[in-house]
């Protein structure tokens, strides 16, 4: 079985920064794209980052520059780097697997059960 635990998520200020983690298990995780996404209240899931199996990396244009997204194939973990973090940001961010093309569509194969943000102002 395929799960995604997220980590990191919590109450930080406007300006301030968090590190998310996402553990993966049950698949080969250095052959598959992992993502993040992330959903307000009343909002859409939107895409956030991606990083492919070549460790080629995408970004939303909202968090381009503030955000880098990474991944450790021998902890079988990919993380998201937030910096500069802005109100805007509350939302649950969701670990996802799947493809490129698939998160600029907005889909995955696996979610993660999500972790909170908050940004306080």
């Known amino acids: 079985q395929v799960q995604l635990v997220e980590s990191g998520g919590g109450l930080v200020q406007a300006g301030g920064s968090l590190r998310l983690s996402c553990a993966a298990s049950?698949?080969?995780?250095?052959?598959?794209?992992m993502g993040w996404f992330r959903q307000a209240p009343g909002k859409e899931r939107e895409f956030v980052a991606a990083i492919g199996w070549s460790d080629n990396t995408y970004y939303t244009n909202s968090v381009k520059g503030r955000f880098t997204i990474s991944k450790d194939n021998a902890k079988n973990t990919v993380y998201l780097q937030m910096n500069s973090l802005k109100p805007e940001d509350t939302a649950v961010y969701y670990c996802?697997?799947?493809?490129?093309?698939?998160?600029?569509?907005?889909?995955?194969?696996?979610w993660g059960q999500g972790t909170q943000v908050t940004v306080s102002s």
């Open positions: 049950g698949l080969n995780f250095g052959s598959h794209s």
């Open positions: 996802a697997v799947g493809t490129v093309l698939g998160f600029q569509l907005k889909r995955a194969d696996y």
